[in-house]
C-alpha cells in the first residue's frame, strides 16, 4: 500500500520502539540515546533571548515564514558558516524541520522508486529510513580507520549497472562509528568522484563538538574543499548546539538543487518553525552559540574520556573501540563469534541498554560492533554503566569457549 | 528527476511566489494570504506561558520529543477535541508539523506513483501540491452551495476504472471556497461512502472559527457522526488557533492508519518541535485557548462582515459570493467571460491583490471565481480595496461588451 511500509520492515521499528521505551526506564543506564544530555541546554540564555524580543519579532515568531526559511536566521547562519570556511556564497541556505527533514528531502529529490544510492556502513538509521521510505535500493562501502573505503567504493562504483543517484556519507564524527575522515581521504574521495555526476549528501549534524584543538583541520567539512566536477550538498543541524526541540536543521546545496528542494519542502510542511527560528537567530547573533559550543564541548570531552578510560580498564582485550575526538558515540568492536544484538538482553537485564551494530545496516546484517553513547550520561554513570557491558561481552566470551 | 518536479508546474509555483512577494509590497492591499493578521496573536499570554514554564519543561521543550508528540499535549488535545464530540477512543492522534505535514503524510501512506485520489474542485493548494508530488492523478468533482455535489460524485466514482486511493474534502469554512458543507450533505456523504473501502479525508483547518452559534450544528466535523463502514482520516491545525509559527497539526485517524503514518512521521522530521508543543499544551490546558478564540472570532466576524458589506455595495449585479460564517475567504464567482487571472494585473496596477480561481484547480482550468481573505486587513483596508477589486471586474466587462 505504501512505499515506506514495503521500505521499512516493521520488526526493526518496534525493536526500536522496545529500546526506546528501555532507555527510558527508571534505573536503567542508558548509553543508547543521541539526544543531548537534558542538564546541558542553554535555558539561561533561551530565557534572556525569549523576554528580549520585541513585539514584532514575537509576531514574526508567530506567524507562517518563507518556505526557505527567515531572512534574518539565513542571514546569521550565512555569517555563521561563512566563518567556518563554507561557501555560502555559490551554494544556498535552505531551513529545515531538523537535518532530518534536510535529508529526507533531499532523498525526495533525487530518488525515483527503485534508484540506487551508496552510504556507508554504518550509516544514520534516520537516513536510511528516509532512504528506504522512497524505495531506494541502498547500496553500503565499508569505512576504515580514515573514512570510507576508496578501494571498496570504486569496486561498488564499477559493478552498478546504472548511476546511484547519490553517495550519502558523515565524515565527521560519525554517527554511529564515532570516527573522523582524515584530511587526506576527505581531499581523495572528492578527486575520485570528480565528473563521475554523483552528487555527495555531507552530512556534518555533529562537527560542532570537537574535543581538540588540533582535529580543527581535520574537520573542516568537504564542502570547504575546491571541489569543481562534484556536486556536495551539505545537511547541518541545531539540534547539537543549541536543542533537538527548536526542530531545525539546513542544507546548504547547489543552486539548482535548492530550487528542486524549496519546491518539496513547500508541499512537505510550508515552512519550518518561525517561533524557533526567531530564537535560533538570536543564539547566533548575540554570540551565544560560541559561548555554549566552547561549555558543551568540555562536557561532552568529560564524559567521552571518561567511557574511553572506562572501557580501557574493564574491557577485555579481544575489544577495540576508537578514542572518541567529538560528537556523541563510541563504536565498539566485538571478537568474531559475538554479535552485538545477542548482548543486549543480558545487558538489559544487567541495567545497561546500548543499540546493537545491525542496526545501522541497511540489510541489518553486520552485527559485530555496538554503539554506546556518552552524550547524556554524567561522568558516573559511564563509569558504573561500562563495566556491565564488559562484564556482558566477557559471559559472551566464555560461553564461546566452552562451545 | 523528481516525483516532485514532475508533478507540479514551475509557472504556477513562481506566480504564487510572485503574488507572495507583491502581497507583501509595501502599500499594497493583500486580500491574498491565508495567514492570520499579526496584530491579533495573543503575545501576551504566550509570555505568561513561557514565564511560567519549570526548569523541567523548558527541558522537555528543548529536547527530542516522541515521534507521535509530546505525551501532555496529546491529552490536552484530547480533551479538547473529546469536548468537541470528536471519537478520541477509538481514534488516535498524532501531533504533525502543521496540518499541511498531516495531509502530506497521509497522502504518502495512501498514494503510490499513478493512484487516483478525488478532491473538490476548487480545492486546498498545500494539499494539492502534496498529492501531486507523490504523482497522484487527481480527480475532481464540483462543489454545490450544500458541499461535494453527490451526483457529480456518484458519476465520478462510477467512471473511474481503478478504486480512488481516498477522497480529500473541507467541509467546514472551505479554503477557497469559503461555504460549509450542509449537515445534511454530511450525512448524506458519509452514507454514500459506506462500504466503498475508500478512505475521506476530513480537513478541518477552520473548524474553530465560526461567526455564529447557530451554526454550531452545521459544523460538527463528519468524523463525529456515526460513520460505520467509512474510514474517516481528520486533519487539524494549531495555526488558526494559536498561531501558524508554531507549526503543530495533528491527525485524528483510525488505529491501523495512524501505525504507517507514525513510521513515515519518523523518517520525515523525527517528531514535531518540542518547544512550540510545550506551549500550545498550556495554550490548551490553562484554558486561554477557549478565549483567545472567543476574541478572534470576533474580531473575524467584524471583519468578514464588513466585506460582506462592502462587495454588496460595490460590486456590480453580475457578481455573486458567498456570506462568509467562518473561516478566512470570500468566493467570488464572476460573470461569464470574465477570468480571475485576466483581473489580476489590472487589480495589482490599482493597489489590490488576490488570489486567482483557477490556482485552487489542480489543472489550473476553472477560473471563473477569485478568492479573497479578510483574515489579515483590518475594516478599514478592507473598504479601501474591495471598490478597486469591483473597478477592475466593470472595466474588464465593459471591455466584454464592446467585443
Known sequence: MTRFASGVSNLRSSQIRDLMSLATRPGIISFAGGMPGNELFPLAEMDEIYNDLTEREKQVAMQYGPTCGLPSLIESLNSYLKEKGLPVDTHKLLITTGSLQAINILANAFIDAGDSVITENPSFIGALSAFKSYSADIQTVDLDSDGISLEKLALKLDSMERKPKFLYITPTFHNPAG??????????????????????IEDDAYGDLYFYEDDLEDIRPMIAYPHEGVEICYTGSFSKIIGPGLRLGYMLVPPHIYDKCELIKQSVDACSPSFTQVIADKFIRSGAVKKYLNEVRQEYKLRAEAMHKALKSSMPEYVSWNKPQGGFYVWVKLPKGINSMSLLKPAIDKGVVFVAGSTFDPYAAKDDCLRISYCNTPVEVINKGVPIIAEAIKDAYKQLELK
Chains 1, 2 share one sequence.
Open 179 to 200: 570516527m573522523l575522515y582524515s584530511k587526506e581521504r576527505r581531499i581523495a574521495l572528492i578527486e575520485m568522484m570528480k565528473d563521475r555526476d554523483i552528487p555527495v
